[in-house]
């Protein structure tokens, strides 16, 4: 119930600003082997759902697209609770893709230019099925060469990133020379033997090399995310977790691109869409220190004074945080999400401070108005930085 609440809040605009991304998924329920055979597949339950679910409790408005504008087949071997943290967030899953947007989602085709404009990022989930169509559908190379071009946020996963082949132009493969991951050749042979029983008529990994990607790949069934530009791939279906946390950051930094600074102190009144420096020391976000960034979410049961709830948790935290270790503060917000990076002088002082009395109070307050998105660690130096 408590899943179809956050999916609820997340379908009937509550914010201000609701931010769209769009989620590409196979129109096919097959891939064809080396030797003609087809072997039943389709979308990896945890690939699609764990960046999804967390994409919506960010309060981004989730558009579902395929090339055929038909209900998406699952890979039966996908459905299995050993690819999540818990039967109650496998459950979340099963619920998640019985939604009316998934089960007719849009088709490609109809989605315009125009309408491409609006959506925030791209988000393509693996599964075997892409290799039978997303790598050659004419619409999939058009919207992802929009993103390209406008340099949004665009994350594929495990035999997703094999939808990268169908974006050429008069140049050849825009993504040529970029780094990127995809499944690994001995995964893929270990599907091959255990799951398919049959031949592929090309690995992924080898396509992507021959067309010119900078592949790099860890330990099989380890998690791997690679960042490069716009680009934002993951290895297998273990990656879900660090390739989301990346795609979020990146959407993080696209919304607060261009923001210019306003300087905090203990008399301002937080406004909405605004950037603040309330850092209360000489933080260094070049280079040494330990950077992290958080996302709250409003509590659908919060008050509706979200705002001047956040500015007086901010004030409460600069004082926890002066002489603890944070010099580093800085925070936006929208009528429903805060986001903040912080500046740590080491990983064990962070750890240290949220392990006492004071922490804990800092981090009681800031649960009694939000829900947790992410707190993970920067991945690149905050944009601000870049625009200077």
Not at 11 to 29: H, N, R, Y
Not at 60 to 74: D, L, R
Not at 287 to 313: E, M, R, T, W
Request: charged share 25%; with cysteine.
């Amino acid at each position: 119930m408590k899943f179809l609440l956050i999916v609820a809040l997340c379908l009937t605009c509550l914010c201000a600003e609701k931010s769209k991304i769009l989620v590409v998924v196979s129109s096919s329920d097959y891939i064809t082997l080396a030797d003609g055979t087809k072997h039943k597949t389709g979308f990896f339950l945890s690939e699609l759902t764990i960046p999804v679910m967390a994409l919506l409790k960010a309060n981004y408005e989730i558009v579902f697209a395929n090339p055929k504008g038909n209900t998406p087949t699952m890979d039966a071997v996908g459905d299995n609770i050993q690819y999540f943290s818990s039967k109650e967030e496998h459950q979340q899953a099963k619920e998640l893709i019985k939604i009316q947007s998934f089960i007719n989602p849009r088709k490609l085709s109809d989605i315009t230019e125009k309408e491409l404009e609006g959506f925030k990022g791209v988000f393509f989930p693996g599964g075997h099925a892409p290799m039978e169509d997303l790598c050659r559908d004419i619409n999939v190379g058009r919207v992802l060469k929009h993103f390209h071009k406008y340099q949004k946020p665009t994350a594929l996963i495990c035999h997703g990133p094999i939808a990268l082949l169908s974006a050429q132009n008069e140049n050849g493969w825009i993504y040529k020379d970029y780094k990127m991951t995809i499944f690994s050749d001995d995964e893929e042979k270990f599907a091959q033997e255990n799951i398919l029983h049959g031949k592929m008529k090309v690995l992924p990994s080898q396509a992507l090399k021959n067309a010119g990607g900078e592949l790099s790949h860890a330990k099989s069934w380890t998690s791997h995310a690679v960042r490069d530009r716009e680009l934002i791939t993951g290895q297998n279906p273990n990656s879900d977790h660090e390739l989301t946390h990346l795609f979020l950051e990146a959407l993080v930094k696209q919304k607060i691109s261009g923001k210019k600074i306003t300087a905090w102190d203990k008399t301002t009144r937080m406004q909405v869409d605004t950037l603040y420096n309330a850092s209360t020391g000489n933080p260094n976000w070049q280079g040494d220190g330990h950077i992290v960034i958080y996302i709250g979410c409003k509590k659908d049961d919060s008050s509706k004074n979200f705002i001047k709830q956040l500015q007086a948790h901010v004030n409460m935290a600069r004082k926890s945080f002066k002489e603890n270790g944070c010099e580093g503060y800085v925070v936006y917000a929208t009528q429903d999400i805060e986001i903040a990076y912080l500046w740590w002088t080491d990983l064990q002082t962070m750890k240290d401070f949220f392990g006492s009395e004071l922490g804990q109070a800092c981090m009681n307050d800031a649960k009694s108005f939000m829900d947790d998105v992410l707190f993970t660690a920067v991945s690149e130096k905050p944009v601000w930085l870049n625009e200077k």
